[in-house]
């Protein structure tokens, strides 16, 4: 099994820039493939982005692309998204998710993940 935990949400004005982290702990057989989702209230969860560990190939949903960037320090077991140029509309708890893929090519955000961690709020206000 693998645990997740993310870190570093808060409240910034639009157009400001955050950057989250996802800590991974336990075994790491139990995830080769790991991503980024939001949910807002009232919502289903929407993919951002995914990364493949082994190769650190990346994948964007369109609400990731251009200006999010998913990245892993392997040393430290953490996946980070960094986001910048940030809008009202980016406002969403934002959840880690991990797991293990028979095929890179499954490594993406419509992926339907095992592993959750308990999400970080992100709020932009206007």
């Known amino acids: 099994q693998v645990q997740l935990v993310e870190s570093g949400g808060g409240s910034v004005q639009a157009g400001g820039s955050l950057r989250l982290s996802c800590a991974a702990s336990g075994s790491t057989d139990s995830y080769n493939c790991i991503g980024w989702f939001r949910q807002v209230p009232g919502k289903g969860r929407e993919g951002i982005a995914t990364l493949n560990h082994a190769s650190g190939g990346t994948d964007y949903a369109d609400s990731g692309k251009g200006r999010f960037t998913i990245s892993q320090d392997n040393v430290k077991k953490t996946v980070y998204l960094e986001m910048n140029s940030l809008k009202p509309e980016d406002t969403a708890m934002y959840y880690c998710?991990?797991?293990?893929?028979?095929?890179?090519?499954?490594?993406?955000?419509?992926?339907?993940?095992?592993?959750w961690g308990q999400g970080t709020q992100v709020t932009v206000s206007s």
């Open positions: 998710a991990a797991d293990v893929v028979r095929s890179p090519y499954l490594c993406t955000p419509r992926y339907s993940f095992m592993y």
